[in-house]
């Protein structure tokens, strides 16, 4: 199993940056693929970004690409997404998730999944 811990979260004018966090533990050398999804309140969970563990494929959503960047550390076990030009629409609780299978190489936009998810961490962008 692996254990997953967002930080990086705040509050932070539009325009600014923010970037985001997951540190995986546990059973970490199996990951396939690591994924943000964000969800706001009163909406459903959404898409951010993926990124393959091993090769490094990157997938966003059209909504954030150009702005958020999302990379890996592997010798840190970590993930990141480097938060740029936010928006108050980016205003969500952010959520990092994992799972071992290939098959959410092609199926990575999909929550449901990914077997695995941190706490979330809390992201206000203020106009």
């Known amino acids: 199993q692996v254990q997953l811990v967002e930080s990086g979260g705040g509050l932070v004018q539009a325009g600014g940056s923010l970037r985001l966090s997951c540190a995986a533990s546990?059973?970490?050398?199996?990951?396939?693929?690591m994924g943000w999804f964000r969800q706001a309140p009163g909406k459903e969970r959404e898409f951010v970004a993926a990124?393959?563990?091993?090769?490094?494929?990157?997938y966003y959503a059209d909504s954030v690409k150009g702005r958020f960047t999302i990379s890996r550390d592997n010798a840190k076990n970590t993930m990141y997404l480097q938060m740029n030009s936010l928006k108050p629409e980016d205003t969500a609780a952010y959520y990092c998730?994992?799972?071992?299978?290939?098959?959410?190489?092609?199926?990575?936009?999909?929550?449901?999944?990914?077997?695995?998810w941190g706490q979330g961490t809390q992201v206000t962008v203020s106009s």
């Open positions: 990124v393959t563990w091993t090769a490094g494929r990157r």
């Open positions: 546990g059973r970490t050398f199996n990951i396939y693929t």
């Open positions: 998730a994992a799972d071992y299978s290939p098959r959410t190489a092609a199926a990575h936009a999909i929550g449901n999944e990914y077997a695995y």
